[in-house]
């Protein structure tokens, strides 16, 4: 005798329905949009965050603080995803990006220790209206060679002092390297010449050449990149702007935004530099 098997046919119609979603999830997985991306502007690569829109690092947050604060983080608005939630873009590192704490308890991220930021006149994906605001606002990018801070000098002597070299209290602006560490120039160089450095090397302990390489990567849009030029001093690569070769300061202790050179030997010896500066002398 045959026998008859009764299939219930909602059962299999919640089968296929089944097969149908798992099929569709394979084939069309979901698509999650990184955090933060590399997007091409007007002022080159820059990074973006949500809905394409341009990031910024503040010349006042050299120290690896968020020192826009108040109506200044009404234009600013700052950027911080949790580091589950930090989908990065091709081209962008993990490890270059951090979270610090502000002083008003709120968190924001970074990026090689500077804090990141929106600009809120920037209407869609692509606009750079805040890059140069105020001369201390800088489209994020990868890498820059040297970089802006704005911070209050003080000497190793303890002592405040303003960008003339003279005492005083008020920001200065002066150019860093790519993670906030001060250069300076030295006073009795000449036009692309180090005359400073010994050819043993023995005082570069102190006053340390910037080495960088060759190609000079990114500039703030508010200098100058003709003021930058490439030497060759006791066989390494220093940058100098507007002639003027560039250092670090030993005792600066690679520490983000500490000016101790300015009053070394005495204020005007190895001052900081910017667009202000004069052109060194051949």
Known sequence: MKRIVYVNPSLVAALLLIVVL????????????????????????????????????????????????GTCKDN???????????????????????????????????????????????????DVSGDKVGNVWMAAKTNYTVMLASRQLVGNDGKNYTFDTKEGIGNSLFLVDSVGRTLYAYAFDKKNVNKYTKADL???????????????GEIPSVLDRNDFKTI???????????????????PDQGIRGKTLGVSVP?????????????????
């Open 76 to 126: 600013w608005p700052i950027f911080y995803k949790e580091a589950t939630d930090l989908t990065l873009g091709t081209g962008l590192k993990v490890s270059d990006f951090a979270t610090i704490t502000r002083a008003d308890g709120s968190k924001q991220t970074t990026f090689k220790g500077w804090p990141l930021y929106y600009f809120k006149n920037d209407a869609k994906a692509g």
């Open 202 to 216: 023995s005082n570069d302990a102190t006053w340390p050449i910037f080495v960088t390489p060759s190609t000079i």
């Open 22 to 69: 798992f099929s569709c999830k394979e084939e069309n997985p979901a698509v999650v949009s990184p955090a933060i991306s590399l997007a091409t502007s007007s002022v080159g690569t820059v990074m973006t965050g949500e809905g394409g829109k341009t990031l910024y690092f503040y010349a006042g947050d050299v120290a690896g603080d968020g020192t826009c604060t």
């Open 266 to 282: 005495r204020p005007g010896v190895w001052p900081v530099v910017n667009t202000t500066s004069s052109v060194a002398l051949d």
């Open 232 to 250: 060759t001093a006791v066989g390494k690569t220093q940058l100098t702007y507007k002639g003027w070769p560039l250092y670090y300061f030993g």
